[in-house]
């Protein structure tokens, strides 16, 4: 597993450009894309916070970190004129488990929704919880100090 050259930015902030092929019939984007999008800046995040995407982990490292937890208030509607910006936190970090808060905003200042979501260590081979590796750990547990003093 790679390392982080440098720390990343606190808090972690991941822009995505909104597009039709995101939107349903009432022309704002699909409920569920929230969950893709969401996923997507908390994968960017373990790659610059831990230094690795997630195929890297599975392939390489044997850990994965799947999903036990989604949940996503909705607050404003997004369109293709928007884009987003979503905002990384880390609200808590256990023994094999890391809770996450992302906060997407749009580019007119309005918040489009808050998500929290949770994911487990787990050896990609017995599906069974993990601890966090001590390297990750680390890096997490600077990148929430920083978060704290910003």
Not at 43 to 57: D, N, P, S
Not at 131 to 143: F, H, K, L, S, V
Request: charged fraction near 25%; glycine fraction near 6%.
């Amino acid at each position: 597993m790679s390392k982080p050259t440098e720390p990343a930015a606190a808090p972690f902030v991941h822009h995505r450009v909104i597009n039709w092929s995101d939107t349903d019939a009432a022309l704002i984007v699909y409920t569920v894309r929230f969950v893709d999008f969401s996923m997507e800046a908390i994968e960017q995040w373990f790659r610059t916070v831990v230094g690795c995407g997630w195929y890297e982990m599975n392939m390489d490292s044997g850990l994965g970190t799947p999903f036990v937890k989604v949940d996503i208030d909705f607050k404003a509607p997004l369109t293709p004129r928007h884009k987003l910006t979503i905002t990384v936190l880390v609200e808590r970090l256990g023994r094999s488990s890391i809770s996450f808060k992302v906060i997407g905003d749009r580019d007119d200042g309005v918040c489009s929704f808050v998500g929290r979501l949770v994911c487990c260590a787990v050896d990609t081979g017995t599906k069974k919880p993990v601890a966090i590796p001590d390297d990750w750990r680390a890096n997490i547990e600077d990148y929430i100090s920083r978060c704290a003093a910003s």
